[in-house]
């Protein structure tokens, strides 16, 4: 596997200067690439970067999916939108779901015009024979924000989001109640305020199975969530204000049921859908929805010991999304 460090101009959108967003490339090694070979753009949950697809713990091995996806074939570029890790956060209090989408889809059409002519390396020159779209937690909130207003993808993976209410599961149904009131406060004009402020309940129980081993959990949490003390490589002290939102019930409504393109909704068994089956019907508009749910997996589901069975389905999946465009 070969990576590629790119950081690409994203411009003004409605007055709001973006700067610039910053993104990863793996590509297979040249002699193992496709003529034609999947493009995979993938945004990560909030609180983390785009070093969630790649992670790498000492004593332990398999926890990068970008090396899981270049190992057959694929070509994936890990992105942090604006706002979070690397990318522009200067103005984070100001940005809203558009300036996200927008940026958004200028970096992958950026970065796409890059592979189609041979800019970033001659040997890994090509046209892609499908590019999707993956995003984890509130990377799948992106994902659907960016497909329904600029149609950047043949298809898309919502991780970890529920397009009808995200929710944090809890230990105690108490607990569970405590953090609706948080949301519903946030419905009732509460959505000014930073993410960073909003104080659930729980977070260990909700994004890591138990087997998850203590000390990657401890990487992961010992910092602080959502606002990290410390960072970790695949951490980001920022997001936007305006993700508070993103856990409103309905909030994405609109956007989900305008996306056209083939949906893969995935979730782990404890995860943010409340019923993960309903979600189908959130994307009136494509004709191709898949749901999967994995076992002994929460909400991050890189973290989990059954996050191979999610690659794997995802990899067939976009296998599937390139021949129908043959």
Not at 217 to 232: I, L, W
Not at 302 to 316: K, Q
């Amino acid at each position: 596997m070969r990576s590629y460090h790119l950081a690409v101009e994203v411009g003004e959108v409605g007055g709001l200067a973006l700067g610039q967003m910053v993104a990863t490339v793996f590509a297979p090694d040249a002699d193992a690439l496709p003529t034609r070979p999947v493009l995979i753009f993938a945004v990560p949950g909030g609180g983390y970067s785009r070093g969630y697809f790649d992670m790498r713990f000492a004593g332990h091995e398999g926890y990068s999916q970008a090396e899981h996806h270049c190992g057959r074939g694929f070509v994936l570029v890990a992105v942090d939108h604006v706002g979070v890790g690397e990318s522009s956060t200067e103005r984070n209090a100001d940005i809203q779901f558009e300036h996200i989408a927008a940026g958004y889809d200028r970096c992958c059409r950026a970065v796409l015009a890059r592979f189609r002519e041979g800019e970033l390396d001659s040997a890994i020159a090509f046209e892609p024979a499908a590019v999707i779209g993956i995003g984890q937690s509130m990377g799948g909130c992106v994902s659907i924000l960016t497909q329904a207003a600029h149609r950047t993808f043949d298809a898309i993976a919502v991780l970890g989001y529920s397009a009808i209410h995200t929710r944090l599961p809890q230990r105690q149904a108490a607990q569970e109640q405590a953090n609706l009131a948080v949301v519903d406060a946030l419905s009732r004009g509460g959505t000014g305020h930073s993410p960073h402020n909003v104080r659930m309940q729980d977070y260990v129980y909700p994004f890591h199975w138990e087997d998850v081993p203590a000390e990657i959990r401890d990487a992961d949490m010992a910092g602080g969530y959502p606002q990290r003390r410390s960072c970790p490589p695949f951490g980001s002290a920022t997001m936007p204000d305006c993700t508070v939102q993103m856990m409103i019930p309905g909030v994405v409504a609109a956007e989900a049921a305008a996306v056209t393109v083939p949906v893969f909704v995935g979730n782990g068994e404890r995860d943010v859908c409340p019923d993960p089956h309903a979600e189908p019907g959130a994307y009136q508009a494509s004709l191709d929805v898949t749901i999967t749910i994995v076992p002994c997996m929460a909400h991050m589901h890189n973290f989990a010991s059954t996050r191979a069975l999610l690659w794997d389905r995802l990899t067939a999946w976009y296998g599937t999304v390139a021949a129908s465009l043959c």
